[in-house]
């Protein structure tokens, strides 16, 4: 069965930084690219980044980045990546690692909470 | 940035009726490749999205059939022919045709 299991979520001041893991199973990891969508508090969906299946090619929602946030990957370990830095309140959200499946989003994890307040 | 509307927002349906959600895009989510990818999300309380129709029309494994995707160019609606209890939450439309991909605001489908 697939499965996308997130971590590395929780409580960090502003201007603190964070790394969020995804570790992937039940299908072939390297083969597809991987997004990360977050959702704040009571709010919709918002597409954050993405990373090409072998990692050489990466995409931001530069309105909500800014040159912040860093997507990588392991294949060896099928894990994805999501480094946020300068984390600021209105980062505060569920953040959700996805499967990209040419290219909808065919598979979610449960998500990682990310708040960011003093 | 692809700009995502959904109407309405809210959607009260009395059991065993039908629903509607309409979604617009600010541009034609065609793609180079012919193919114009439009999905549609649905989120049940306190659970993470769910896939459920994909490039507009195609409805995803698992998904049943009272769930109906249609549209073109940059007008999409989904259709669910007979709400059940469990089709209560917030259906999202999503355009994967360009990035950054963008998603609409969500539509609340509630029981009356």
């Given at each position: 069965?697939?499965?996308?299991?997130?971590?590395?979520?929780?409580?960090?001041?502003?201007?603190?930084?964070?790394?969020?893991?995804?570790?992937?199973?039940?299908?072939?990891?390297?083969?597809?690219?991987?997004?990360?969508?977050?959702?704040?508090?009571?709010?919709?969906?918002?597409?954050?980044?993405?990373?090409?299946?072998?990692?050489?090619?990466?995409?931001?929602?530069?309105?909500?980045?800014?040159?912040?946030?860093?997507?990588?990957?392991?294949?060896?370990?099928?894990?994805?990546?999501?480094?946020?830095?300068?984390?600021?309140?209105?980062d505060t959200a569920v953040y959700y690692c996805t499967k990209?499946?040419?290219?909808?989003?065919?598979?979610?994890?449960?998500?990682?909470?990310?708040?960011?307040?003093? | 940035?692809?700009?995502?509307?959904?109407?309405?927002?809210?959607?009260?349906?009395?059991?065993?009726?039908?629903?509607?959600?309409?979604?617009r895009s600010s541009q034609s989510l065609v793609h180079?490749?012919?193919?114009?990818?439009?999905?549609?999300?649905?989120?049940?309380?306190?659970?993470?999205?769910?896939?459920?129709?994909?490039?507009?029309?195609?409805?995803?494994?698992?998904?049943?059939?009272?769930?109906?995707?249609?549209?073109?160019?940059?007008?999409?609606?989904?259709?669910?022919?007979?709400?059940?209890?469990?089709?209560?939450?917030?259906?999202?439309?999503?355009?994967?045709?360009?990035?950054?991909?963008?998603?609409?605001?969500?539509?609340?489908?509630?029981?009356?």
């Open positions: 069965e697939v499965h996308l299991v997130e971590s590395g979520g929780g409580l960090v001041q502003p201007g603190g930084s964070l790394r969020l893991s995804c570790a992937a199973s039940g299908f072939s990891f390297s083969i597809y690219a991987m997004s990360w969508v977050r959702q704040a508090p009571g709010k919709g969906l918002e597409w954050v980044s993405a990373i090409s299946d072998s990692g050489d090619k990466t995409y931001y929602a530069d309105s909500v980045v800014k040159g912040r946030f860093t997507i990588s990957r392991d294949n060896s370990k099928s894990t994805v990546y999501l480094q946020l830095n300068s984390l600021r309140a209105e990209e499946w040419y290219p909808e989003l065919d598979v979610w994890g449960k998500g990682t909470t990310v708040t960011v307040s003093s | 940035d692809i700009v995502m509307t959904q109407t309405p927002l809210s959607s009260p349906v009395t059991l065993g009726q039908p629903a509607a959600i309409s979604c180079s490749d012919g193919n114009t990818y439009l999905s549609w999300l649905q989120q049940r309380p306190g659970q993470p999205p769910r896939l459920l129709i994909y490039k507009t029309s195609k409805r995803f494994s698992g998904v049943p059939d009272r769930f109906t995707g249609s549209g073109a160019g940059t007008d999409f609606t989904l259709k669910i022919s007979r709400v059940e209890a469990e089709d209560v939450g917030v259906y999202s439309c999503m355009q994967a045709t360009q990035f950054p991909r963008t998603f609409g605001q969500g539509t609340k489908v509630e029981i009356k």
